[in-house]
């Protein structure tokens, strides 16, 4: 049987992406995984338009492996007035995608604030510039930055005592690129996010407070109404929808988180058992919580997963901190999440899944030398990413040679 191999994939962000489609043809990746980053969240994705986004990835000889993401508005999360209209546009677009052919589709369910770092230029060993999540800065950030109404009852007093002290060092430049960065910077590529508007931090308070009434459950009970909506017409339509955990994979901001833990991920896949209720695993975000087993996920998950993103974190505290470490360095034992991944692709194989090969990206990446002239949204350089794809395409080939 003919060995099995990831779907290499690279993530691109649309025309707007400084790293153009021309230079990822010089990468190994054949697949590309994005979205139609310039339709407003909300609104319906038009099969002309994914037809269009489709034409120009075929002319550069790609196929669009994922859509990453089909960003699920924030009026579905926290129930919002408009909820059920949006729902209906994102039912019309799982469908447009469907029919044009589009069918894996990852969104994450974390409120307000997608993944959050406190340093975007964190020198990490001798080995390039990472991004950096240290816990005592990012309380420092709730409690005095920005400063969110009674964060500070979120947080033991040793942890406030130090950031305090952090807080007491910053200059006004420093604590506004943080909040910046947090904000703004981290968020404005993706998709929703607060916007680069002048007050950005009285705006990002402003969403917060739409989640005072949202609890764990509630969040829960949101996420569940909008499986129980989407998941018929995704699997009328072929889709296989891709929940990505979230990053980092506990609350923050006083907000409630939801899909950080195999217990997460396993009331999720039990609530609606079809497979178009799938998961994205991402190493990186599961990996930055030191209770998480990766293996014990893969194992009982495994077939659930429709999509992988490969990175490593090496965690720096007990209290929360990580840093994003190289691709194959870290507390994930990355060699052991191929062999799993491979072992799902040759069991779906064998059972006559047509569908069976699973895409993956290198996800992030350190920025290295050459990258500090190439400008590319923050996690995402050009040749670390290349670095990381073929560093994990060297270890796919151990692997598959060792059988
Ligand atoms: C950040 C990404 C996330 C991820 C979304 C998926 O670099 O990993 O923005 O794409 O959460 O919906």
């Not at 994922?66 to 209209?85: A, F, T």
């Not at 497979?275 to 994205?280: E, F, L, M, V």
């Not at 014990?296 to 090496?314: D, P, Q």
């Not at 190439?374 to 060792?402: C, M, T």
Request: glycine share 6%.
């Amino acid at each position: 049987m003919e060995q099995l191999r990831f779907l290499q994939s690279w993530r691109w962000f649309g025309p707007a992406d400084p790293i153009t489609l021309e230079a990822i043809q010089k990468t190994s990746a054949k697949g590309i995984v994005t979205a139609l980053h310039h339709i407003p969240n909300g609104e319906v994705w038009e099969i002309d338009e994914i037809q269009k986004r489709l034409s120009l990835l075929k002319k550069h000889g790609f196929t669009w492996s994922v859509v990453e993401s089909l960003p699920v508005h924030e009026q579905i999360k926290y129930n919002g007035p408009d909820r059920e209209s949006i729902i209906r546009h994102y039912k019309q677009s799982l469908a447009n995608l469907g029919k044009c052919g589009v069918t894996k589709v990852c969104y994450n369910f974390m409120p307000v604030i997608d993944w959050v770092r406190t340093d975007l230029e964190y020198p990490w060993k001798n080995h390039g510039i990472s991004m950096l999540f240290d816990y005592p800065t990012f309380v420092a950030f709730d409690v005095f930055i920005l400063p969110r109404p009674n964060a500070a009852h979120d947080y033991p007093d040793s942890l406030l005592d130090q950031a305090e002290k952090l807080y007491s060092k910053m200059d006004e430049r420093k604590k506004e690129t943080l909040a910046h960065n947090i904000i703004v910077v981290t968020q404005g590529f993706i998709d929703g996010g607060v916007g680069n508007v002048l007050d950005y931090k009285k705006e990002f308070l402003r969403r917060l407070e739409l989640y005072c009434e949202v609890d764990t459950n509630t969040l829960r009970e949101n996420l569940l109404h909008f499986l129980h909506e989407i998941v018929p017409v995704a699997e009328e339509f072929g889709i296989q929808m891709c929940l990505h955990p979230d990053d980092p994979p506990f609350p923050v901001l006083g907000l409630p988180r939801i899909a950080g833990t195999l217990e997460d991920f396993q009331w999720i896949m039990e609530q609606q058992l079809s497979p178009s209720n799938g998961i994205t695993f991402c190493s990186g975000s599961l990996s930055s919580r030191a209770d998480n087993d990766l293996i014990a996920f893969l194992k009982s998950l495994g077939s659930r997963v429709h999509f992988a993103h490969l990175r490593n974190t090496t965690i720096l505290d007990e209290k929360g901190s990580f840093c994003e470490s190289g691709h194959l360095e870290g507390g994930a034992d990355i060699e052991q999440i191929i062999r799993l991944l491979h072992a799902e692709m040759t069991r779906r194989q064998i059972s006559g899944d047509q569908n069976h090969q699973i895409p993956m990206r290198p996800d992030h990446g350190l920025k290295l030398q050459k990258d500090l002239k190439v400008h590319a949204n923050p996690g995402y350089p050009y040749y670390g990413r290349i670095k990381g794809l073929e560093e994990l395409s060297a270890l796919e080939d151990k692997i598959l040679n060792q059988g």
